[in-house]
T-cell receptor, first 115, second 115 residues
Framework: AQSVSQHNHHVILSEAASLELGCNYS??????LFWYVQYPGQHLQLLLK??????LVKGIKGFEAEFIKSKFSFNLRKPSVQWSDTAEYFC?????????????FGQGTELSVKP | GAGVSQSPRYKVAKRGQDVALRCDPI?????LFWYQQALGQGPEFLTY????????KSGLPSDRFFAERPEGSVSTLKIQRTQQEDSAVYLC?????????????FGQGTRLTVV
């Protein structure tokens, strides 16, 4: 079965530190890749997505992610985090040809940014 | 509407009670998904509708779970004879079409607590 693995459950950073959250998936076929963010008390929101083309994708609020097909990875990065980035981050995969676009999520990474 | 709306936001049920959770997708969205998110975990797929047709119910954990979308808009997730392991946040998402390269928009979820 397909799965998504996020390496860090809880990350604590100071403001202005750089961020990298790891995400690996297990599926040999073509996938679509997503990062969703959930701010405290809010719903899941799309941060960025990769469907095809340039493997380096840029999202909202200065986030970017790089798809490395050979490593089955889609790591999220931000050069300088802010206190307002405190949230839970979910990596997700959908299989390109089936199942209507249902998402397979990782277990999430909680990011705490200290002011 | 402006976003995906779910009701109630919170539900406490006694073990053995039946519950019904409602989802109002974004107007015009063809696809509708239900996910279950246990504490500390990522969302897990339950079921998928394209218009009124339930095309995938592979994620429903038991025959106590039932979902419907009779007119292709509002959807209801029903859980019969609730058990403690059903305690979770139930998320609804909708998208414009049933393909993997489409952004899904999430509601805020219904937090179900079974006591």
């Amino acid at each position: 079965a397909q799965s998504v693995s996020q390496h860090n459950h809880h990350v604590i950073l100071s403001e202005a530190a750089s961020l990298e959250l790891g995400c690996n998936y297990s599926y040999g076929g073509t996938v679509n890749l997503f990062w969703y963010v959930q701010y405290p008390g809010q719903h899941l929101q799309l941060l960025l997505k990769y469907f095809s083309g340039d493997p380096l994708v840029k999202g909202i609020k200065g986030f970017e992610a790089e798809f490395i097909k050979s490593k089955f990875s889609f790591n999220l990065r931000k050069p300088s985090v802010q206190w307002s980035d405190t949230a839970e981050y979910f990596c997700a995969v959908s299989l390109i040809y089936n199942q209507g676009g249902k998402l397979i999520f990782g277990q999430g990474t909680e990011l705490s940014v200290k002011p | 509407g402006a976003g995906v709306s779910q009701s109630p936001r919170y539900k406490v049920a006694k073990r053995g009670q039946d519950v019904a959770l409602r989802c109002d997708p974004i107007s015009g969205h063809v696809s509708l998904f239900w996910y279950q998110q246990a504490l500390g975990q990522g969302p897990e797929f339950l079921t998928y509708f394209q218009n009124e047709a339930q095309l995938d119910k592979s994620g429903l954990p038991s025959d106590r779970f039932f979902a419907e979308r009779p007119e292709g808009s509002v959807s209801t997730l029903k859980i019969q004879r609730t058990q403690q392991e059903d305690s979770a946040v139930y998320l609804c998402a909708s998208s414009t079409r049933g393909q993997g390269n489409t952004e899904a928009f999430f509601g805020q979820g219904t937090r179900l607590t079974v006591v």
